[in-house]
């Protein structure tokens, strides 16, 4: 069965395109009152909108959320706690860069969560970012090291965790060594309440070559975002760097989607946001790609650039395409969430994955529910 994850917000709900004002539920600017907005002083803020996004995507029938990293937005592993918190079934997947601690420590948090959630963490490590975030975040590793340094991070958290002995690494019992260009660790190693738990789900991204040579040899998932030829190649060649590795990685893919009932009200939807950002000009048709997908979704604040416009069958009739040419994992994204939420639930996903989607799924603890 493909897993369905749903892109928490990290910035805002994104009801406008426009950034300035995504301001609804309290958080990503200024508040402005409208009908529908309690300004009641504390009785409604950021993380009660986070929460209902959270709750949406589990009563929606999606395995889990995204808690993305954003050097501008909300911490992730705090959105993600929380949302472990407010779920019984949903994975959370949490996105952080390898840089947000010792590999010990991330672990450590990680075993934490996973006790309380029975299991339901998943990683997605953020390698790469600009220089302007290295900076901000103090971090001096640059270029190819990045993922050199990537690589003792998933080496060390999987000896401390009391995996498989890794390259580089030794067991003495539960005591874990590791000496390396990045990361040195004696006698580690979690005991006791902190021992025996999954270890969760690691999911990288990227389509360079140091990217792939990465995720062949430590993803469970590798996440690629859609181009105007497609993934199909990168496909390919991260199975044949898997499979020299000896071991199997499952294909990602994260797209924003536009579904509504009819195609014509798909696009008019588009429309409505580009004109928020785009007021004179080309119209978002200009974008179209001509096969459902569309290159303007970074045009109206999303991550990815390219996604699915169209009614609900033709967006259903892409992703069984995506399914069948070997796509496991769909992280989705609409604006704004909790509509798109319900929406993808409702008129989407069992169209998509009929067998799968029905009231007598059952959640698949202990297997990555997300991304």
């Given amino acids: 069965m493909t897993e369905f994850v749903w892109r928490l917000p990290s910035r805002g709900d994104g009801r406008h395109a426009a950034p300035g004002a995504r301001n609804r539920g309290g958080f990503g600017g200024p508040r402005v009152p409208t009908p529908a907005t309690d300004l009641r002083p504390g009785n409604f803020g950021p993380f009660d909108e986070l929460s209902q996004v959270v709750l949406a995507a589990e009563l929606s029938g999606l395995d889990g959320v995204l808690a993305p990293y954003d050097p501008l937005g909300e911490e992730s592993w705090i959105v993600a706690g929380g949302a472990l918190r407010e779920t019984r079934h949903a994975g959370v997947v949490v996105e952080f860069h390898p840089a947000f601690g010792t590999p010990v420590y991330a672990a450590k948090v990680s075993a934490t969560l996973q006790r309380l959630s029975a299991g339901r963490l998943s990683w997605r490590l953020h390698v790469e970012t600009d220089e302007a975030d290295a900076r901000a975040r103090g971090d001096r590793v640059t270029g190819v090291d990045r993922y050199a340094r990537a690589a003792e991070f998933l080496s060390v958290a999987r000896g401390v965790w009391n995996e498989a002995p890794v390259a580089g690494a030794g067991f003495a019992g539960t005591d874990f060594q590791f000496a390396g260009e990045y990361f040195d660790v004696i006698d580690g190693g979690f005991r006791g309440i902190l021992s025996g738990l999954p270890f969760p789900t690691v999911h990288l991204s990227g389509s360079s070559e140091e990217a792939l040579e990465l995720s062949a040899r430590h ?79 970074t045009e109206i604040g999303y991550d990815q650039p390219i996604g699915l416009v169209g009614s609900y069958e033709q967006v259903a009739e892409q992703l069984s395409g995506y399914i069948e040419a070997g796509i ?14 319900h929406r993808a639930g409702e008129h989407l996903l069992h169209l998509v994955d009929p067998a799968g989607r029905t009231l007598g799924h059952a959640p698949r603890h202990g297997q990555e529910a997300t991304a």
């Fill in 219 to 297: 993803a469970d998932v590798h996440v690629f975002t859609e181009t105007v030829d497609g993934v199909a190649a990168s496909v390919d060649s991260l199975r044949r760097r898997a499979a020299a590795a000896g071991r199997t990685v499952r294909a990602g893919l994260e797209l924003p989607i536009i579904a509504r009932e009819s195609e014509d009200e798909a696009w008019a939807r588009a429309q409505r946001q580009w004109q928020e950002v785009h007021s004179d000009g080309v119209g978002a048709r200009s974008l179209d790609l001509g096969d459902g997908r569309w290159a303007g979704f």
């Fill in 328 to 341: 496991e994992t769909v992280v989705l994204s609409g604006h704004p969430h909790i509509e798109e939420v």
